[in-house]
């Protein structure tokens, strides 16, 4: 029978910033594994249940946008809210607004990370990403990895970011996977998001090749990139 695993984050009100960006509430997230690993040779892929798509989280409601020079002069007097402001517009760097890319964000790659294997990235700032599909990663059965997308945010603060991946198999919809990436102030300096570590699947059956959509979206649903991509889950890295 597919083992199916899935990890649920508490709800917790905090302030923070680095890798993850800057947020004030993250909200409880299931981040789903593969649905596909199996326990005996002879079974084929199965698909996701209908019923087992993500859906919003109930009771959130994402942040009204607020402009930069909203933010800024926000409760002036108050302290602690001007520590986070200074943390959300980037420590005082300054803004970052390319006159000839009106984009809030940019994605500019996605690398697989696992150990201390060198980095295996896929550039996305190609006119024509309609090739990526036809260069899959290679990963090795049973080993930890983790995804890595790196960007650019521009113009104004982008919040609720969140990367969504589905994956499929044969045609058949093995995974689907949602992770909250966080807001990130507009400067010049690219940021960069871990997702949590997976586990391949290992076996026979497992192994072969996989495809990948990918969405890169917030909290209003505004789509920034959405490319197909692919992998291989071989029994050795070659």
Known sequence: ?????????????????????????????????FHYITKMADEEPQAIAEGEEEEETPGYKAPALKSL????????????LNTYKNALLGGGQDVYAPADDPARVRVLKLALVVGDRADVELDL?????????DKPFTIKEGVEYRMKIIFRCQHEIVTGLKYVQTTTRKGIKVD????????????????????PPEEAPSG???????????????????????????????????
């Open 176 to 195: 689907k996977s949602k992770v909250m990436v966080g807001s990130y102030p507009p400067v010049k300096t690219e940021h960069s998001y871990m997702t």
């Open 125 to 133: 700032t190609g006119a024509d990403l309609s090739t990526l599909k």
């Open 1 to 33: 029978m597919p083992i199916s695993h899935t990890a649920s984050l508490p709800a917790a009100i905090y302030l923070t910033s680095g890798d993850r960006g800057v947020e004030f509430l993250t909200v409880s997230i299931t981040v789903s594994t």
């Open 69 to 80: 020079d909203e933010i800024k002069t926000l409760d002036a007097d108050d302290p602690s």
């Open 204 to 238: 026979m059956i497992a192994r072969g090749h996989y495809k990948v959509h990918s969405l890169f979206t917030d909290d209003d649903k505004n789509i920034y990139l959405e490319w197909d991509w692919a992998f291989d889950i071989k029994k050795d890295w070659e």
